[in-house]
Structure formats: C-alpha cells, structure tokens
C-alpha cells in the first residue's frame, strides 16, 4: 500500500531560553534542541500576507526572477516583488501562460516591470538558453516551480527522475548558471522553495534516481525537497561574493500542485470531504499568505546577511531529528554542511 503523505500541522508551543552564545527551544515533545546561531524569528506569524512581509521594502531598480512564476504561490510572489518596484521576469514551462500573467501584473501603479521568459526545469538545455539569455546582475532568484506527486517513475530526456531534475538539479544548473550575474548584484539572494516533505525522506546518494530500490512517489518529493534544502545550504560558499540562499516550507495551499494527487488520497490526508470540498483546516493558507515567507527572504530587511537557513511560517524553523513527528521543522538530515557539500559537487559532476 502507498505510504501516504506527511500532513504539515502546527503543534505545540515552544518556551524559548537564550543561554550566553548557545539558543535552545524546548517543547515537551522533543525535548531542547541546541543551534549554532541564534535562530532567526520575526514579528510576523504564520499566515501574514506578502503585502504584510514586504510593507516598507522599496526594491526600485533590482531585478528578480521567480521560476513557476505564472501558478499558485509564484503568481503572489511576482505580484508582490513587483509592487515594491522589482523588476520581475516569470520564468515559465509554458510562455504563454507566463505572458498571461506578465501582462495581468505589469504596469500597477509603482510597480516594477514584469515580463515573462521560457524555462523549462527539467531540460538541462533549456536552462542553459535561459542564463545565456540573461544579461545584467541578478538581485533575486525565486527557485520557486515543482512537481509533486508523479505517480510513475518517469525520466527526462537526460535521463533524471522527473522530481529531481525539476525541483532540484534544474534550480541547480540554474543558480551555478547564474552565480556571476548574482555575484554582480553586490548583495543577491537565492530563495529556495522546499517543502515540509522534505522531513520525510533524506537525499540518498545510493541510488537517487529509483534505479534500484521501488519508485515512491512521495519519496521522491521528499527527497528532491531535502536537495532543496541541501542547495541552500551548500551555497554558503557564496557568502564572500555577497550571495545568500535559503530554503523554505510555504505551508498547505491548494494549487494546481495537488494535480497528480487523486481525490481519494486528498480524502485519506483528510484535506477533502466526500464531496471533493476542502476541509478547512487552521494550518491551510490561502496564497499570497503562502507566498510570504519566499517574499520575506526575497526582500525583507529582517533576514539581511542570513544564509543556509530554513524557514516555514517567517520564522526559521528548528531544527528536528524525529521525522515521524509531523509538527514542523528543519530535519538534521537536510541542514548537515557535509552532506549539501557531497550533493553540490554530485550536481556538479552531473552537469559536466
Ligand atoms: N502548495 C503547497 O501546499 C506547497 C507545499 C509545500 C511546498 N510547495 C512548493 O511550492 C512551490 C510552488 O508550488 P505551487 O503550490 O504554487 O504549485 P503550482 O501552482 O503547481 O506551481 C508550480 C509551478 O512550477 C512550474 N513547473 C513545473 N514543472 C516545471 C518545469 N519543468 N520547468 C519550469 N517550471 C515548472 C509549473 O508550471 P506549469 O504551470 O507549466 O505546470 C507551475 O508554474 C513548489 O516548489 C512546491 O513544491 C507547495
């Protein structure tokens, strides 16, 4: 039987101490948990809008990129990074759509340009067009677009697992594509759009692709989140040329991300009701609220000089290292350097 899909929830509250250099957190589930740093928290809760995260940011003059751009959290993320004066590009599958959009979100009043281009994550030539195409500094990369949830094992032309090379190896190739017009920018950011899967299911050196062991489909989610995670991590070795990247969990909205999940699934994770209507749920989001922790590390002042983090609900989450609990956090096995340093260079090897 399918192993079914984590449910992000929130749980328990948290007692917070501050002891000299070392932070601990406490909940009565799991104990203390000890950081390196401080961890970052902000005063905005879990479901405050873009408009709320971004209030005061004036981006006049930088230039963004949001892939996933023309669907779901990304159009809010492009509508908000826009209306602070970024000029945006959507980069987008489908240029149609991405034009659509562009043209519904360009010209607001102080707004910055929104235009679209083609990007298809999941070939490898198609990203290299993009960043060959891209001329100037980048002040901001949304890697925003994923897949969730293929039922069958498929490859691309290249021959990855289709999560992989679109929620991770793609971002990749992209950001390292990108990595001078980033460093140009004096102080860019790279935002990196994981998911609370990535608890679920570590990235596994052995056999990433499904080669040998079966194909799972929300493994294989999970996993390409947890390269997420492992990306930004990674790329603390940018920090030096001004660049920082980190990684979030937006939270539950219905987008057309849910596609590949069929109603008795949405039923048994209790997300819908026997007529197909959405059960309300505190943890859901509508999704510009979706899209504000990506608009936080994109633009807010708050996460300044923050790198190799991840965050859920605008705050940077703890860390965990039981994953069976489903109340949130960031899983030991996406935060370890050593591991996002074997993956950066198992990408890079790949892309040569
Ligand atoms: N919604 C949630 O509850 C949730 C929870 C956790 C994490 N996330 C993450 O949030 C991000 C945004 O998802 P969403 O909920 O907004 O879903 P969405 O509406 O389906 O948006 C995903 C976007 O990714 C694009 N995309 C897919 N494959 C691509 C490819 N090969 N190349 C370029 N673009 C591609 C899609 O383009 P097309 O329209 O052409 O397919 C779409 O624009 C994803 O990374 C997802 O994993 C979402």
Redesign the pocket.
């Known amino acids: 039987m399918e192993q079914l899909p984590w449910i992000f929830r929130h749980g328990s509250s948290a007692t917070v101490f501050l002891c000299s250099k070392e932070y601990r957190e406490f909940s009565p589930e799991k104990g203390f948990a000890v950081y390196d740093h401080q961890r970052l928290t902000t005063p905005f809760p879990s479901h405050a809008t873009t408009g709320e995260v971004i209030e005061g940011v004036d981006l006049t003059g930088r230039r963004a990129i949001v892939?996933?751009g023309?669907?779901?959290?990304?159009v809010e993320t492009v509508r908000a990074l826009a209306a602070a004066g970024a000029e945006v590009t959507i980069a987008?599958?489908?240029p149609v759509?991405g034009q659509q959009v562009a043209r519904e979100l360009d010209g607001g009043p102080g707004s910055g340009s929104v235009r679209a281009a083609a990007?298809?994550?999941?070939d490898l030539g198609s990203v290299g067009a993009f960043a060959r195409g891209w001329q100037g500094p980048v002040d901001i990369l949304v890697a925003?677009?994923?897949?969730?949830a293929v039922p069958d094992r498929r490859l691309t032309a290249e021959g990855w697992e289709l999560h992989l090379a679109?929620?991770y190896l793609?971002h990749f190739a992209l950001a390292t594509a990108l990595h001078a017009q980033l460093r140009a920018a004096g102080s860019a950011r790279v935002v990196i759009?994981s998911?609370?899967a990535h608890r679920t299911a570590p990235f596994d050196f052995e056999d990433p692709q499904f080669e040998r062991r079966p194909y799972d489909r929300w493994t294989a989610y999970g996993q390409s989140?947890t390269a997420d995670v492992l990306l930004a991590v990674g790329a603390r070795r940018w920090a030096g040329d001004g660049i920082t990247a980190n990684a979030l969990?937006?939270?539950?909205?219905s987008?057309?991300?849910q596609r590949h999940v069929d109603d008795a699934t949405m039923r048994a994770m209790g997300a819908i009701d026997v007529e197909g209507n959405i059960i309300p749920q505190p943890y859901y989001k509508e999704p510009d609220q979706?899209a504000a922790t990506s608009v936080l590390l994109a633009a807010s002042p708050l996460v300044e000089g923050v790198t190799g983090r991840y965050f859920e609900d605008n705050q940077e989450a703890p860390p965990v290292e039981d994953t069976r609990d489903d109340s949130g956090g960031a899983a030991t096995h996406a935060l370890d350097p050593a591991t996002a340093d074997r993956l950066w260079d198992y990408a890079s090897a790949a892309l040569r």
């Open positions: 892939t996933g023309a669907s779901g959290i990304g987008a599958r489908n759509s990007l298809d994550l999941a925003n677009a994923g897949i969730m679109t929620n793609g759009v998911s609370g989140k969990n937006p939270g539950w909205i987008t057309n991300l979706g």
